[in-house]
Each structure stands twice: as structure tokens, then as C-alpha cells.
């Protein structure tokens, strides 16, 4: 037994770092899979997976080899170098869309970042206006550095980092009226994601994507789209917006893209990916042989073990035995909504006491807007143990629902 302890840690963490996570009441030793164990040796089973990072797995044993074998090749020379690896990587990313260009960054605030840039600079740069406003939707998150914050739109998330930057203006999700009283001469961009994931895993419709797609084509306005972490067959597809047949101009996604390791994207169509050119846009880490090797391999795995496929059938199923649980126990479960194998179960009360029990009953998954559990899993997950998760919230809705 470990001499480490969550208290041990709780305390260290106390006195080293910055108070800028609240953390589950659990310390994670090791990982296989889809398990988690602490340092009690106790086992949980992962239903969050880093929050939709790890899609393959914890420590998939391909992963690890290529990390090793790429170590021992060649880690970083910064992006002065052509790498072999980037490009490779390019084009596999890019024969999953439409886009022709792709910029490789550390994270999804990162890509969201080059997106709103590449926005502006194309405007301004290639098209010769004046146009920088970027419109975004109530429930977004786009990330946490001054601009993705700006456009989230959260008060939570800008309390105390006033002034934000200028240029995001927000509108109600699915208002089109809004939305059309917002744009002026100075729009760039409209960006959004098709499933919304902080914002309780929000699915865009089929009639205000077709209606946004028109309006921006009408408007001469870019189309972003945010799959930080819709993307990578998590919904049942390569890309979300795939299900609604849309072709965005930007497309950003991180997450899942390396397995764990720090990597994001974004691509662009050609027409767009004109407004970059030679020192517009930077990032020392970004795409480097190391993370483009993994990420590689991790778009190989996606496509050789169809797993876009299997989470569509998954998620499917599993949100049937989902909505199979509120029938049983009417009044708990408001609604089961998302695509693929990114899940929100909306309660119909706050549901703290709820997660905290699945927590100790070994399951780690998540609270989002106060009563929404959030299962973002592996697209390798057992269904078994779906089905091991299905049980145990029946019995803990019955415990702790409202009388």
C-alpha cells in the first residue's frame, strides 16, 4: 500500500499550487482502459475520460510504443524545421473534412485563438474590410485565455480579469432574430459548437444549422465551428457538423487528438487559410514530432477500429437504457440528450448529491450546470460497464431524489 494518501496530497497541494481547480475527492494512481485506481488501490470506472481527451483508453499500449519510438527518434526541433511528422499528420487530419489547411497548437483555447485571428486577418487582410466582431451563443465555452473567455460570454468565467477584449458580441442559442440584429458591417465570424458540452450537451437542430449556414453565406460571414470537444467520432462521425451537412470555413479541436498529450488544431479552407501567411501566426510546441506522431496514430486507431460507428451505436443504446432508468423512476430524469458517446443526463432537480454518490460508488463522470451528469467515455469503453453505470444511477436517483 502506497504511503501516498488523497489527504497527503490534498495537503501538498495545498501548499504548492494555485488555487484554480476543484478537485474531485479522488487521487488517480494508475490507469488501464477504461479504470482508474487511487492510491488506496480502490477502482473506479473512468465514464469522463479526461473529460473527452483519453478516447482510446487509458495507456493504450499502441500509444505508449509510439511515444517510446518517437522519443527515440526526434521530440522538438521548433516549427524553424520541416517535420515529417506534422505533415503526415496534415494530411490524415485533413482527408477526414473538406479543409485544405491545417495549424497545429497545445490546446483548444489555443486553436480557438488562431481561429478568431484567422478570422479577422482574412477580413481585413484578403478581403479588404474592416469587419473583426465575432458572434457567439449563450451556453458556449470557448476557453479560458482573455479572448475565449470574451467569447464565452460567462460572467463566472470573467470575474476579475476586466476589461475583456472588445470584439464578441453573444446571442440566445437558437434565436435567429437575434442573431440577424446582431451582425453590422463589422461581423467576421459566427462561431459555435454543434453539440454544446459545458453548456449540458446541447445538440444544435438540423433547421438552425441549415438557417446559420444560409444567413452566413448570405452575409459574406465566416462559419467556425468548435469541436474541441464534439470532435475526433466522439458524436458518431469524424466532425459533428458532418451530421447536419454543413461545411464550416474554420474548424477547431483539441482534446482527444493526442490521447493525453497537449494538441490541438485548426483547419481552415484554402480560400480562408489565405489570411496566414509567413509570421502572422506562431506556437513553439505546437505540432512538434512527438505530439504529431501520437495524434498520428490516434486518427489511425479512430479509423481502423471504426470507432465513429461503434459510439454512434453506443451512445444510442446507452442513452436509451439511460431514458429506460427515468421511466422507471418518473420525475428524476428531466431528459437524456447528446450524439455518440457525449451524454448528458438532465435531472430535474441539482444533482450534487447524486454525483457525489456515483463518485464513491466508483464512478467518475460529471456535474455540468448544476443538474446535468455528463458522461464523455472512451469510444473504447466496455458496454458492460455502461450498463454496471446504468444500474448504480437507478439506485442512487431512488436514494436521493426529491420526495
Known amino acids: 500500500m502506497s504511503s501516498i494518501t488523497l489527504q497527503s496530497l490534498k495537503n501538498d497541494e495545498e501548499q504548492y499550487l494555485c488555487k484554480t481547480y476543484g478537485r474531485y475527492p479522488v487521487a488517480v494512481k494508475h490507469g488501464k482502459g477504461s479504470r482508474l485506481w487511487d492510491f488506496e488501490g480502490r477502482e473506479y470506472i473512468d465514464l469522463l475520460a479526461g473529460i473527452a481527451v483519453t478516447n482510446l483508453g487509458h495507456c493504450h499500449e499502441e500509444i505508449a510504443n509510439t511515444i517510446a519510438e518517437q522519443a527515440q527518434k526526434l521530440i522538438h526541433v521548433s516549427n524553424l524545421f520541416y517535420q515529417e511528422e506534422q505533415i503526415a499528420l496534415a494530411k490524415k487530419l485533413l482527408a477526414t473534412a473538406h479543409f485544405g489547411k491545417a495549424f497545429f497548437c497545445n490546446s ?8 478568431i485571428k484567422l478570422a479577422r486577418r482574412y477580413h481585413q487582410r484578403v478581403k479588404n474590410t474592416n469587419a473583426f466582431e465575432i458572434i457567439t451563443f449563450s451556453g458556449c465555452f470557448h476557453g479560458r ?119 490541438g488544431a485548426m483547419m481552415a479552407t484554402n480560400e480562408v487559410a489565405q489570411g496566414f501567411v509567413a509570421g502572422s501566426h506562431a506556437t513553439t510546441f505546437g505540432g512538434g514530432a512527438l505530439l504529431s506522431a501520437v495524434a498520428l496514430k490516434v486518427l489511425e486507431i479512430i479509423e481502423r477500429d471504426k470507432l465513429a460507428a461503434r459510439a454512434e451505436e453506443l451512445g444510442n443504446w446507452a442513452m436509451n437504457r439511460f431514458r429506460e432508468v427515468g421511466k422507471k423512476l418518473p420525475g428524476t430524469i428531466k431528459e437524456v440528450r447528446g450524439m455518440g458517446l457525449m451524454i448528458g443526463i438532465d435531472l430535474t432537480f441539482p444533482g450534487k448529491e447524486v454525483w457525489e454518490a456515483l463518485i464513491q460508488r466508483g464512478f467518475i463522470l460529471n456535474l455540468t450546470q448544476d443538474t446535468i451528469l455528463r458522461l464523455l467515455p472512451a469510444l473504447t469503453i466496455d458496454k458492460a460497464d455502461i450498463e454496471t453505470f446504468a444500474l448504480a444511477l437507478e439506485e442512487v436517483l431512488a436514494q436521493h431524489a426529491p420526495k
Open 108 to 115: 483548444g483555447a489555443e486553436a480557438n485563438e488562431g481561429a
Open 145 to 263: 485565455t482573455l479572448a475565449t473567455v470574451a467569447a464565452t460570454g460567462q460572467a463566472k468565467f470573467q470575474d476579475g480579469f476586466a476589461p475583456m477584449p472588445q470584439g464578441f458580441i453573444q446571442v440566445p442559442w437558437g434565436d435567429m432574430a437575434a442573431l440577424e440584429k446582431a451582425v453590422s458591417p463589422n461581423t467576421a465570424a459566427i462561431m459555435m459548437e454543434m453539440v454544446q458540452g459545458e453548456g449540458g450537451i446541447r445538440p444544435m437542430t438540423q433547421e438552425y444549422a441549415d438557417k446559420l449556414a444560409a444567413f452566413c453565406k448570405e452575409k459574406g460571414l465566416l462559419f467556425i465551428v468548435d469541436e474541441v470537444q464534439a470532435g475526433l467520432a466522439r458524436t458518431g462521425k469524424w466532425w459533428a457538423f458532418q451530421h447536419f451537412g454543413l461545411q464550416p470555413d474554420i474548424l477547431t479541436t483539441a482534446k482527444g487528438l493526442a490521447n493525453g498529450l497537449p494538441m
